[in-house]
């Protein structure tokens, strides 16, 4: 099972260490991780995509709550959040099909970033369904290159991830 | 007052009111010892930094008090591993302070480099690298604070060669301001009130105490609610002593080398209150079967212990000292109601312990182990502090020595660290003079750490060191006997290596009892001796710990007697 979870942390060296290594102990493969700044200096928010069985991810979550450098953790419900992540793929191409290539990319609504003679790169945001569809549109061109950033989680509506903190025994702090 | 990093650690100790520090000095934390010898900080040095950090466990475990621990970068710092990770799995609170290479070699493989922090990560509480003198007394304050609330834990601080030189005003701060951290645990008073209810509707109750009880020092409520309500008490090992073992309703230690009547009344019972204990597997037998008639309820500080190996239906999230006393006054009114529900039951586990008492069959020839211990048990008073290493002996001291109150059974259970005993038997009794301290050990386990006799006699520690010496690995061999075809392998000793000997070469004394006849005798002249003293006890080869609960299996199928 898919699973994607918000961990907000001090912004300080070694907590990304310690939030990862829950993961690895339980041998969890992290399928995304993004690192980013928040609106207030002093935190992080890591994002994690991760698979694993629901039980487990329970207990991993009360776990990445005790480390004192984590301020909150959210579970993310796909119904009730907004995922994104931007995709570059550089792929062949000559001016035959240079047209062909660009409609295909104005369906996707994906920006071009760098055209070359014989080369072009596509940017691209979104659900991870539209990006596999753009990419499979383009493999019969020749994709020379393709990357990923870690997918962001946003919950909809007025729910931040600091309301998590506020609940002891929900996902928030700190029942240790 | 402007002083160097070194005296801000000392001077923040001293604010932290720790009386005793243990450890071993190197090139990263001289200036350190610098400070501690123009200061005259009580300072023990051990012989290995192995042994300082379990004496700082040890400490901790007799006292309550955070352990503290100092050693070097590297090497010392690598040496500590063993000992918090010990301290760890067990919530013991430790600060162990290690030396780092100066900053700007930090991250060269300089000479006696190595992460500190990366490695500990996994098996502390928290860690901090600090580069500054100037965060020194905030970290150190935290450090402190992190340890010894909430579930305790070690912390380690490891601070660069160059930040202890580096001088600055130093103050100490009055509190922390951790944001991710807030050391309270009031938890949810309607849960109580559910195990309230419960508990009224229950015939067949256990209450199962483990270390929990014994950090939050909360063993009065948990005697009181046992006595009061006439509710059976059982234990894990680590919390022997939370439990009168005197008292009518205790069954004794549960689980895998755990007494019949324990066992049999968690498979039993309608109602487990777990209070404190983190159902570990040495504890559980085969996990869907533990308790298989009960509904489980769990009392614990700490949020992720709850349904991570047993399925609880009530649980209370939050500190001992908050939930029992709540929990005793919400009940008082039903007090007699719950003690007559339950009156069959208390009546039959009582009968079914006094039936089947821990046992062995004596040997007209040989000293048995158990025998040994049983009888220090009956010399010892009940002031007694019994330390263990680990393997045969250890659950044989937890079966036949009597362990009468909190902090007196000190022991390396979730780790099960053999080589811990000596040092942690040392610490102990530094901090707590005033109690007899018996360190029981194998011949195994006391090899692990035995430089630490050196330590004893150069402080003239007065601990009394029982080794229980049968030449071999008894608890591997057990193993090997029932699982592995009686395989030996490497489990036997070639060598008689001559205990007594080393311990008088190490300048203590050493005795060495192999009649039976001498048993008694010999046991008195050695507690009668002022001093640290060792008394190797040989005993049998083959010799088995039993009950015994196999892995895998339900406590109820556990083996009594002869070879499975």
Known sequence: MKHALSVLVNNQPGVLLRVVGMFSRRSFNIDSLSVGITQSPEYSRITIF??????????????????????AVQLHNPEDAVYRGMTLIKIKS????????????????????????????????GQDEKVVAFTRLLEPYGILEIIRTGQIALERGEQTITSYKEKPGFYGKNML | MHINGARAVIESLKNEGVELIFGYPGGAVLTLYDEIYKTKFPHILTRHEQGAVHAADGYARATGKVGVCVATSGPGATNLITGIATANI????????????????????????????????PITKHNYLVRYAEDLPRVLKEAFFIAGTGRPGPVVIDIAKDAFAAEFDYEYPDS?????????????????????????????????????????????FLRKFASSMHIPVTSTLMGLGCADPDSDGYLGMAGMHGSYASNIAIMECDLLIGIGVRFDDRVTGIVNQFAPNAAIIHFDIDHAEINKNIKTELSVIGDLQWSLPLFLEKTAPYVSSIKSNCKEWYEYTIKMQKENPFTYKEDKTHILAQEAISKISDMSGPDTVAVTDVGQHQMWTAQFFKIYGPRNFITSGGLGTMGYGLPAAM????????????????????????????????????IKIIVIHNSVLGMVTQWQRMFYGKRYSHSLFKSKADIVKIAQAMGIKGYRIEKKEDLKT??????????PVLIDIVVPEVQDVLPMVPGGKRLDEMVLEGDI
Not at chain 1, 95 to 111: Q, V
Not at chain 2, 94 to 117: H, M, N, R, W, Y
Not at chain 2, 427 to 453: H, R, T, W, Y
Not at chain 2, 523 to 528: N, P, V, W
């Open chain 2, 176 to 220: 922390v301001n951790l944001r991710g951290y807030s050391g309270i645990n009031i938890g949810d008073e309607k849960t109580i009130d559910s195990v309230v209810t419960a508990l009224q509707k229950a015939k067949k109750p256990v209450i199962f105490t483990g270390g929990g009880v014994i950090s939050s020092d909360t063993h009065k």
């Open chain 1, 50 to 71: 991760f698979s694993g069985e629901t039980h487990i991810v329970d207990q991993l979550i009360k776990q990445l709550s005790k480390i004192p450098d984590v301020a």
């Open chain 1, 94 to 125: 000559s001016e035959s099909n240079r047209l062909d290539i660009l409609k295909i990319a104005e369906l996707f609504r994906a920006r071009v970033v760098d055209v070359q003679a014989t080369t072009l790169i596509f940017e691209i945001t």
């Open chain 2, 90 to 121: 067990d919530s013991i609170p430790l600060v162990c302070i290690t030396g780092q290479v100066a900053t700007p070699f930090i991250g060269k493989d300089s000479f006696q480099e190595a992460d500190v922090c990366g490695i500990t990560s």
């Open chain 2, 522 to 531: 010999g046991l008195e002249k050695i507690f009668s001796e002022h001093g």
């Open chain 2, 427 to 462: 610490g102990a009794k530094l901090g707590m003079p005033q109690k007899k301290v018996l360190l029981f050990s194998g011949d195994g386990s006391i090899m692990m750490n035995c430089q630490e006799m050196a330590t004893l006699a150069d402080y003239a520690i007065d």
